[in-house]
C-alpha cells in the first residue's frame, strides 16, 4: 500500500492574484513608456525646429533673404514649401568666384521621408509645414482654424522670421497638440 503524499503547490486562486498583480504593474509601467515616447517626440520636434531657424537665419546673413517656400497663393503648399526650404538648406551655393555659401544644415535621415520628393518630416512621420511670408517690420505665423487641416498666414508676434508647424501626436492641423516654433 502506498502512502497518501501530499503536493505542496499554488491554488489556482493564488495565481490567478499574483497575474494580476503582474498584468496591472506591466499597464501601468507601459502607460508612463508611451508618454515618455510621446514627449520624446515633441521635443524632437521642436528641437528639429530650432534647427531649422537657425539655418534659416543663417541662411539670412547670407542671402539677406529667407529660405523661400515656393507658395504664391494666399493658401500656402505644404508639400511644394517644404521641399524648397530642404533643397534650400541643403545646397551649397558659389556665385561668379565667391566663396561657397552652405549647406545650411545637414538632415538626419530620420526626419527625412525618404521619397521624392523629399521632406522634411516630424518624429510622427508627417511633412512639417514651412511658410515664409516674412516682410520688412512684420511677422507671421501660420494659423490653423481647429481641425480642418488648412492654414493660412495671420499677423503676430514670432520672435523667428519663418514659420515652421507639425500637426503632432493627432496628426491633424489645427488642434491643440500642434507644434509650432512661435510659441513655447
Not at 490567478?16 to 524632437?44: C, N, P
Not at 522634411?120 to 481641425?147: C, M, S
Not at 493660412?152 to 523667428?160: G, H, L, P, R, V
Amino acid at each position: 500500500m502506498r502512502p497518501n503524499k501530499r503536493y505542496e503547490a499554488f491554488t489556482l486562486m493564488e495565481l490567478v492574484i499574483v497575474i494580476a498583480i503582474i498584468s496591472a504593474l506591466a499597464g501601468m509601467i507601459l502607460a508612463g513608456v508611451f508618454k515618455a515616447v510621446e514627449r520624446s517626440r515633441s521635443a524632437g520636434t521642436v528641437t528639429l525646429f530650432k534647427n531649422i531657424d537657425l539655418a534659416c537665419r543663417t541662411y539670412f546673413i547670407d542671402w539677406g533673404k529667407y529660405p523661400p517656400d515656393g507658395n504664391t497663393g494666399s493658401t500656402p503648399d505644404a508639400n511644394g514649401a517644404n521641399n524648397v526650404l530642404y533643397m534650400a538648406l541643403i545646397a551649397e551655393v558659389a556665385l561668379s568666384g565667391a566663396p561657397a555659401w552652405g549647406p545650411y544644415m545637414e538632415f538626419d535621415t530620420r526626419v527625412l521621408n525618404g521619397s521624392e520628393p523629399e521632406l522634411i518630416i516630424d518624429y510622427w512621420r508627417i511633412p512639417i509645414v514651412y511658410d515664409n511670408n516674412w516682410t520688412e517690420g512684420t511677422d507671421y505665423k501660420l494659423a490653423a482654424t481647429p481641425g480642418d487641416g488648412e492654414f493660412d498666414s495671420a499677423e503676430t508676434d514670432n520672435n523667428s522670421k519663418v514659420d515652421l508647424l507639425s500637426a503632432g501626436p493627432d496628426k491633424i492641423l489645427g488642434t491643440a497638440d500642434d507644434v509650432n516654433n512661435w510659441e513655447d
